[in-house]
């Protein structure tokens, strides 16, 4: 069982950065693979950024690709997404998620087991 808490959201301007903390309880945090993902208001939740369970690879949405930077500290377990030239569109809820075990790229909701709660960006135009 993995618990997973997100900080770090908040409002910013068009172009600032933020940077996402997610916590996870446990002992075998390093062993999971971890994801962002967002939620705007009426759309569905899609997927941000992953990591895998070592940290040796990630991997991003296209929208994401080149402005966000998940990265993960396994002696603190903590993953985080470094967000820099934030765009209006990138306002939404997002959450971190854990899958346990395997040695892919995960990209969908269901192929994690935990969630976060979510933590709310706001950027403003």
């Excluded at 939740?45 to 396994?74: L, P, Q």
């Excluded at 075990?101 to 135009?125: F, I, K, L």
């Amino acid at each position: 069982q993995v618990q997973l808490v997100e900080s770090g959201g908040g409002l910013v301007q068009a172009g600032g950065s933020l940077r996402l903390s997610c916590a996870a309880s446990g002992r075998t945090f390093s062993t999971y693979n971890m994801g962002w993902f967002r939620q705007a208001p009426g759309k569905e939740r899609v997927f941000v950024a992953g990591i895998t369970w070592s940290g040796s690879s990630t991997y991003y949405s296209d929208s994401v690709k080149g402005r966000f930077t998940i990265s993960r500290d396994n002696t603190k377990n903590t993953v985080y997404l470094q967000m820099n030239s934030l765009k209006p569109e990138d306002t939404a809820v997002y959450y971190c998620a854990a899958r346990g075990g395997g040695g892919g790229y995960y990209r969908t909701s269901r192929q994690y087991d935990y969630w976060g709660q979510g933590t709310q960006v706001t950027v403003s135009s």
